[in-house]
């Protein structure tokens, strides 16, 4: 008799990113032919906020009871700056927070970088240095920037700083974004909530969930 494994069927391809099917393998070093990103006139002032994209947002959406609740400001250059503090639903051991929150804290920071250089941009790879713990009530202030651009892929860093913004490093991470069509989200995401989303009747909220003209 052959084995149960056999019987199951061939997992599809998956939608999008070739990627996806053979692992990338690209360095979080930009490459010597990348260039230094520049802020897009229209982005916000420095010090203005950003502003979430999406209210059910994990990392920035008011909607999310349970989520970070990301505030990030616009900095000067092509960088943001940002809090969360921790509650204590984000706890992993007791009264710590969980890694995958402050490596979410430090994915959404690097996000909100689009609205700087006016692209959509999704995370391809991110690469975490925890450094300290960060107990709950904590106040984590991050910052983050973009370093160059290759082509489609954005190469940033971020830093979340306990005890003040100029307080020591807890948390780091580099990561590569990819830019992507509004066809990404609009193709992948869950049917419900691409149509709750599109018949939003508020204009710019329903532009930003997509991050259409950011
Ligand atoms: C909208 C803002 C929301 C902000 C929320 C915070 C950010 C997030 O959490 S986003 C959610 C998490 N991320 C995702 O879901 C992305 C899932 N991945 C994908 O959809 C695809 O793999 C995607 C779009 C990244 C790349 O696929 P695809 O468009 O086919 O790219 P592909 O043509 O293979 O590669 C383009 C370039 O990117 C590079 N690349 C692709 N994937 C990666 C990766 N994972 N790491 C590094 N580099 C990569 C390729 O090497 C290639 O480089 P080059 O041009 O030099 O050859």
Redesign the pocket.
Known sequence: MRPAWHADPPVPPAA?????VTA?K?SLVPPAEAVPPVRHPDAPAPGEPIGS?YDQ?F?CGSGQPHGLQLAARAGDGVNVTAEFTVRPEHQGAPGLAHGGVLATAL??T??SL?WLMHV?S????LETDFLRPVPVDTVLHLDAEVTAV????IYCTATGRIGGPEGPVAVRADA?F?E?KIE?FVNNGRPEEIQAAMSDPDQVRRARAF?VNP
């Open positions: 999008v990113g070739s990627g996806l990338p690209t994209h947002c990392g994915d959404d690097l996000g689009n959509i999704v995370t391809g790879r290759h082509g489609r892929k590569v990819i992507v990404h991050e």
